[in-house]
């Protein structure tokens, strides 16, 4: 991303022009302040730690796609088409680019939490880099030099302590590759942006599209921000902005339609079921399960409308806010002034493009987040990260300069105030965790104000100076640590550090207590717990290693999701109980959706006897030494050792045994994969070992539609095969043959 200059004489000398390249590479360009480049890499260095620190802890994580990247690393076609077991059953519910950085970190380095995790630690890494490149250079043409690096490294650090932001890239979903190639698309669109550059625009473009393959529709939710300030502020004829614009609609094209055209060549016979469609169907998969489905809540399948706090505060509330907003009110305010500020540069002007970008990224996306009627996770929110930090760093590199104008120090004086006083409201929500942070904030706050003030005092006395003699300058900008002496540097100084502990106090606790905390499961957020239940469902709730017990009913309209009847998602059998511990003979109890599974654990979590029981749709299954040793026995004579009800059930068993589990139904149960004929066949030829028992909303037909082959499958199990119990867990020998000769 960094053009090195290499002079005629530096080039003549043996090794001359490597020597500059890695001086430029350390410490910058000539024009660069000397520190702006030493503090890019201790900002990445500190993001990496960060990130990196003690990620073992959360070993699978999410344990859905962690199963798929271990298929993955084993057969190049579980990992081409997003698999969630080796020999090919299912996909996962998403396109499968994020899937295979892991794979090919877990074929070299084998498959553990570490070669899983690390992936999306440094697509975190190279999240800030870009967010921070695509500030700096944006900044370059308007404001000096170290103002520009100075508001490139802010952007960075509001990026990397953002709490949602550390727990998604220390955590292996999709969304840590979204939103690297989002960034990485703005920097694209920013260096095209600059001289109408159409190779930018493409790599813009492609990266957008690579989204796509990453998670689906959401990728575009910028595209027609994109689309539309580049038709408007590029530096050239509208006749060449129209024919590029076209351009980078097919370049984003094959690069989200390449995969999906592969797909739909390859007959279905050869490939896995899609799994997330009805139909075994992409295109139903993005624009149905994972597209309008999510907006209107009428997902197939899926676990019907889950929107209790859908509104247009929903970024702001008790489940959100402490995930992505700390700054959010801070960065519209700054959106706001820094366009007002290059109101009268030109149209092309850089800076007025970064700030329509990114703003155009929030204000959509946010709205688009608040607003949506199907399943919403508080973990989405980190989409919003980057463009949060940029317009922080923008916004911050276009008002300092100006601090000393009396209006603008009230912009920024306005700005520190708003962002001490939210900070507080989000600290108060967790009263008991960290109770001093609230006086550290405001105490900081109150020092900034007053030498925000001190120094308008000062810029306007100056004003007035010059009024009666030379004038007041250009604009009345005056720029960072001129005119002021040693004074001025020092209530400069004074200011910046007093802001940054008021903005950065609260995230920087939230972000090392996320970092600090193991996380695992299918739905985690970032922070300490407010009391809420889990996101998706009304409600807030952490998934520290399977804990949570009654903190899940909470939020919850008369205890259950809207759709959801007869109990806890993932309950079995009759009466409705937590996933795979009631009913079909499995392990454990009857029971209603208000008490906890056996053991006080979170579905998927320690069960009876301390050994963890059949998963769910939100836990996995942790299977004890004697059942992985059963499922491993003679597994080379099967293709799947096993069949379980639900992606997660199957994940358990796969990633404890190392080798393919049937995932029947996919992720929510109520895929028709396989249908009931079909499994029949599959047992028959004996290619299936065990059913484990335990079921799921797909083994009940589901909450929003969808297939009930899953429960079919599962009544003609039980009711055809001999149970028994090994590791506290009901399983069915399908080799066996029909109890009572059926």
């Known amino acids: ?139 370059a043409g308007e404001v000096g030099r170290d103002v520009a690096a100075g508001a490139g490294l802010l952007a960075g650090a509001v990026l990397a302590v953002t709490p949602v932001a550390v727990l998604m890239f220390r955590f292996n979903n999709p969304d840590a590759l979204l939103v690297l190639l989002l960034s990485v698309g703005v920097y694209a669109l920013v260096r095209a942006q600059e001289r109408a550059s159409t190779g930018w625009l493409l790599v813009a473009a492609a990266a957008v599209g690579s989204g796509f393959l990453a998670k689906m529709l959401q990728a575009f939710l910028v595209l027609p921000v994109f689309a539309l300030v580049y038709l408007v502020v590029a530096p050239t004829p509208l006749r060449r902005r129209v024919w590029q614009s076209l351009a980078a609609g097919g370049a984003l094209l094959v690069a989200a339609g390449w995969w999906v055209a592969v797909v739909a060549l390859v007959p279905a016979s050869s490939r896995p079921y899609i799994g997330g469609s009805q139909h075994n169907s992409v295109l139903e998969l993005a624009l149905g399960y994972n597209g309008l489905g999510r907006l209107n809540g009428n997902e197939t399948g899926g676990l019907g409308n889950t929107d209790g706090d859908a509104g247009w505060l929903r970024m702001f509330g008790t489940q959100v806010g402490g995930q992505i907003a700390w700054l959010v009110p801070a960065a519209l305010l700054l959106l706001v002034a820094g366009l007002w500020a290059v109101r009268r540069t030109p149209r092309a002007g850089a800076a007025r493009a970064s700030l329509l970008v990114w703003g155009g990224w929030v204000l959509v996306t946010g709205v688009v987040f608040s607003l949506m009627r199907g399943i919403f996770h508080e973990y ?89 003699g030379e004038g007041s300058g250009a604009g009345g900008v005056v720029e960072a640590g001129d005119r002021g002496g040693r004074g001025g540097r020092v209530v400069a100084g004074g200011t910046v550090v007093a802001s940054l502990v008021t903005v950065f106090a609260g995230p920087v606790a939230y972000a090392l207590d996320t970092a600090s905390t193991p996380h695992s499961g299918a739905i985690v957020t970032a922070g300490p717990s407010t009391g809420r239940g889990p996101g998706g469902f009304g409600g807030h709730m952490r998934m520290r290693g399977g804990g949570g017990q009654g903190a899940w009913a909470r939020g919850m309209p008369n205890g259950t999701p809207n759709g959801m009847q007869g109990g806890m998602p993932g309950a079995g059998g009759s009466g409705g109980a937590f996933p795979g511990f009631a009913g079909n ?97 599959l047992v028959a030829a004996g290619r299936v070992h065990y059913f484990v028992g335990g079921s799921m909303p797909g083994a009940r037909g589901g909450s929003s539609g969808g297939s009930d082959d899953a429960r079919r499958i599962a009544a003609w199990v039980e009711g055809g095969f001999a149970a028994r119990t090994v590791g506290g867990v009901t399983v069915y020998d399908l080799t066996t043959g029909l109890a009572g000769g059926r």
């Not at 660069?32 to 990620?55: E, K, Q």
């Not at 967790?430 to 007053?450: C, N, S």
């Not at 599974?597 to 299977?623: E, I, S, Y």
């Open 1 to 139: 991303m960094t053009t090195m200059l290499v002079d005629e004489t530096s080039a003549a000398r043996p090794g001359g022009g490597r020597a500059r390249w890695a001086r430029r590479l350390v410490l910058g360009g000539a024009d660069d302040p000397r520190w702006a480049r030493p503090g890019l890499w201790a900002l990445l260095a500190a993001t990496a730690v960060l990130y990196v620190w003690g990620l073992g802890a959360s070993g699978w994580a999410n344990a859905f796609y962690a199963a798929a990247a271990q298929a993955g690393s084993v057969s190049w076609k579980a990992m081409f088409f997003g698999a969630s077991d080796a020999a090919g059953a299912i996909t996962v519910d998403k396109t499968p680019l994020a899937l295979w950085p892991m794979a090919l970190s877990a074929r070299v380095f084998g498959v553990n939490a570490w070669s899983l995790l690390v992936p999306q630690a440094l697509m975190g890494v190279g999240t800030v880099a870009s967010v921070h490149a695509a500030v700096r250079r944006a900044l």
């Open 380 to 468: 989405y929110t980190v989409a919003l990260a980057p463009a949060v930090a940029a317009l922080v760093g923008l916004g911050a590199g276009l008002v300092w300069p100006r601090r000393r104008v009396p209006g603008w120090a009230g912009v920024l004086a306005g700005t520190v105030a708003v962002s001490a006083v939210w900070a507080c409201v989000l600290l108060h929500r967790t009263p008991q965790w960290r109770p001093w942070l609230t006086a550290v904030v405001v105490v900081a706050a109150l020092v900034a104000l007053v030498l925000i003030a001190s120094s308008a005092s000062e810029g306007a006395d100056r004003a007035a100076t010059a009024a009666r």
């Open 585 to 681: 003979g499995g392990p454990g109890t009857s029971g209603g959706f208000g008490g906890p599974p056996p053991g006080g654990g979170f579905p998927g979590g320690r069960g009876r006897g301390g050994h963890g029981g059949p998963g769910g749709l939100l836990g996995t299954a942790k299977p004890s030494s004697e059942l992985v040793a059963a499922l491993r026995r003679d597994a080379s004579s099967y293709t799947w050792v096993a069949a379980a009800v639900g992606s997660n059930n199957a994940a358990g068993y796969q990633l404890a045994t190392g080798r393919p589990v049937m995932a029947v139904g996919g992720f929510n149960g109520t895929d028709p994969a396989p249908t009931l004929e079909g499994f029949q066949r």
